[in-house]
C-alpha cells in the first residue's frame, strides 16, 4: 500500500515567535542521535550562554530543527509544556494534532529517506554550513498514511530500536564486566597495593612511532594497508574503514604490525582520548600505522598484550597518561619517550594469562552481540525504508495496547538501562549452575530461582524480562568464563511463563505508567 505525498506545508506552521525573556524554563539543545534533549540531563551541566533571554520557546509537541538538518538534527519537544532552544534555532507547530502521529513523524524526519531529500536541496559552499530554506523545508512532500498506520509503523520500528538498545546495552555490560574481572584479579594496577614488581613499559617492551602521511606518499611505488587514530578505541578496534600508504620496503619492515602489538593514541583533541589503546588482531596482512599510533611490542615472557592494554585503560593508567601529556594548539599529545616511562605492575605472567583466557570467553560472547546487533541495524534500515514506501503489510502489526494479552502482559518494555533504574542485581551462585549450562530442564529451575531473586530485588523499579536475561547472561559468563554459552530462545519462553504465573499468583502486577505511556510490571512485596 502506499500513500498520497503531503507537504510539510499542510502539516506544519512556523512557530517560536515567543522569546524566554526572563522566565526560567528549561534549556534544551538538539542531538544527532537523541533528537531533543535537556542540556541538564544529557551535559550534567548547563551549556547555553548566561543570557537566554532572546532564547525561543518551543511548547510541547512543536518541532525544533537545528543543523546540519541533512544529520538529523532535529526533535519533537514532549517532555514540558515549554522550553528553550537557542534561537538559531527553526520551531514548527502541528497544524492539527490529531492528524499527526508524533513519533512517526519525528522517525520519517530522521530517516536515511529524508535527510537525502534535505541534501539534496541545502545550499552553500562550506559542508557543515549548508542550510535549508524555510520554503524549501515547507515544499517537501512526505509519506503521509493515515493515523492508526502511523501508530503501528511508529511502533513496529520502536520495537526493533528497543532491541537494538538492549543489544547495546549487553555489550556495555559485557565491557563493564572485564573492566570488573579485571580490578577483581589485579586491584588497582597504578597503586599496585598487591606489591607486583613494577618496571617501564620501555624496559620490557619495543616501542616505536609509525609513518607521517604526506601528500608525497601518493608518488610512492609500493603501498600497504595502514592503521590511524579512527581505529583505534579503548580495548577494541574499529575496521570498517582501511586507507592505505605509500611506503619503501625499509619502511613496510620497520613498522609491519605483528598480532599481538598493542597500538596507543598518541594525540587527540580530548585529552580523556589520549594514551587509548587496543591490541593488534593480525587480520590484515602487511598492515601498518601512522605516527599518531605508538606501537608496544611487549616482551610475552614478562607482559601479555591484553593486560598491558587493560592496565592503560583503567583508570588510573588513564590518568598516568593524562599527567604525562602535553596540549599544544588545542591538541593533546603523549610521546613515545612518555610510553617508555610509563610504569607497569607487572603481575606473574601465569596470572595475566588467566585473564586473557577470560577476555577471550567475553569476547566470543561479545562477537555473536555484535553481529546479532549489526543484523538488528540493517533490519530497522530495510523495515523503515519498506514501512515510508507503503510496502509493509500493516494489518499483521498491533495497535499499542490492543492484541493478545499475554503480548500486552510481557511485550511493553521500559527501555532503561540498569544504570538509569539505580538497580544493580545480585544473582547467586548454586550447587545446579554448571548442570544448568548443559540441562534446559536444570536451567529452567535456575531461571526460576534466580526470577524470584530478582522480583525481591527490585523495589520500585519496574520488572524487565530483557534487563533480568542480560543480567542472568552476564553472571553466567561471569561465574563460568571457560563455557561459551549464551541464554536463547526457549530461556526466553521459560522466563515468559514464569511471568504469566507470577501474575496469576500476584507475586507481579501490571500498571500504567502515565510518563512513559506504556504498561509496566512490578513486584509485589509481601
Known sequence: M????????????????????????????????HGLVDQAEKFKKRVASSDTSNYRIAYKNELVVGFPIDEGVLGFQTKYPAGIVSPAYDVWRLKEETDCHIPYLERYLRSSQARSLYALRMQGAVARRRSLTKTDFLN????????????????????????????????????????????????????????????????????????QVTSKRNDYEM????????????????????????????ELSRVRLRKGDLLIVEGHGNPEEIGRSAVWDGSIENCVHQNHLIRVRVDSSQLTPLYASFFINSPSGRQQMFRAGKTTSGLNTI???????????????????????????????????????????AL????????????????????????????????????HTPAEQGLAINLPNTDSLLAALESTEVREGLMAQWLETYRGQLGSTPFSVQHFMAAAQTRLAELYPDNDFALGANDYEHIKAWVFDALAAGTLAQAFDDAGNRIELKAVQA
Not at 12 to 26: F, I, K, M, T, V
Not at 339 to 356: D, L, R, S, W, Y
Not at 359 to 367: N, P, Q
Open 140 to 211: 517537501l512532500e512526505i509519506p503521509f498514511p493515515p493515523i492508526y498506520d502511523q501508530v503501528r509503523i511508529a511502533h513496529l520500528l520502536g520495537k526493533v530500536e528497543g532491541l537494538i538498545a538492549q543489544r547495546k546495552q549487553h555489550l556495555q555490560q559485557l565491557d563493564d564486566l572485564l573492566k570488573s574481572v579485571f580490578l577483581d584479579m589485579f586491584g588497582d594496577p597504578v597503586r599496585n597495593g598487591r606489591g607486583w614488581e613494577t618496571h617501564s613499559l620501555g624496559s620490557i617492551s619495543d616501542v616505536q612511532g609509525g609513518l
Open 223 to 250: 603501498d600497504a594497508p595502514y592503521l590511524r587514530v579512527a581505529n583505534v578505541y579503548r580495548d577494541r578496534l574499529n575496521l570498517n574503514e582501511i586507507k592505505r600508504i605509500g611506503l619503501t620496503p625499509a
Open 335 to 377: 610521546s613515545s619517550k612518555n610510553v617508555k616511562e610509563t610504569m607497569v605492575a607487572v603481575p606473574p605472567i601465569g596470572f595475566q594469562n588467566q585473564f586473557a583466557a577470560i577476555v577471550e570467553k567475553v569476547e566470543g560472547i561479545k562477537s555473536r552481540c555484535q553481529q546479532s546487533l549489526t543484523d538488528l541495524e
Open 380 to 415: 530497522y534500515g530495510a523495515l523503515s525504508q519498506q514501512a515510508f514506501k507503503g510496502e509493509l503489510d500493516l494489518s499483521r502489526v498491533p495497535m499499542p495496547g490492543v492484541g493478545l494479552e499475554e503480548d500486552k502482559a510481557v511485550a511493553p518494555e521500559p527501555l
Open 2 to 33: 502506499s500513500w498520497a505525498p503531503k507537504p510539510l506545508s499542510e502539516i506544519l506552521d512556523q512557530s517560536g515567535r515567543h522569546r524566554a525573556g526572563d522566565q526560567d524554563l528549561p534549556v534544551l539543545s538538539i542531538t544527532m542521535k
